[in-house]
């Protein structure tokens, strides 16, 4: 059975730093793009970053732009969404999401909406607060 968990989140400090995984049982996460979202409380669930490294791709909300960056481990098939200098606007839970296909066309020309995805971890609390 496909599923996704995700790690590393916390309560941390304005302008701190967290280290997000996303990783896989089941299958492997070779050539499939990767998402990683976020919900606050009250709000719809929002793209964040995403990631095709089979092309060399990846997409970032202007809200994380140049604080957040996504890579890949092919050799841990983990997938990392480092975030830098968070701000309290940043706080919410934080979901990795594969698509249904490892070749469908998601994350290659856009930051993907969620709807273009099918597998969903279970989430990871990130707040921001001091």
């Known amino acids: 059975q496909l599923q996704l968990v995700e790690s590393g989140g916390g309560l941390v400090q304005p302008g701190g730093s967290l280290r997000l995984s996303c990783t896989a049982s089941g299958f492997t996460l070779d050539q499939y793009a990767i998402g990683w979202f976020r919900q606050a409380p009250g709000k719809e669930r929002e793209g964040v970053s995403c990631?095709?490294?089979?092309?060399?791709?990846?997409h970032y909300a202007d809200s994380v732009k140049g604080r957040f960056t996504i890579s890949r481990d092919n050799a841990k098939d983990t997938v990392y969404l480092q975030m830098n200098d968070l701000k309290p606007e940043d706080t919410g839970v934080y979901f990795c999401?594969?698509?249904?296909?490892?070749?469908?066309?998601?994350?290659?020309?856009?930051?993907?909406?969620?709807?273009?995805?099918?597998?969903w971890g279970q989430g990871t609390q990130v707040t921001v607060s001091s």
């Open positions: 990631i095709k490294s089979s092309a060399g791709i990846t």
């Open positions: 999401a594969l698509p249904e296909s490892r070749y469908a066309a998601t994350c290659l020309s856009r930051l993907s909406p969620s709807s273009d995805y099918y597998y």
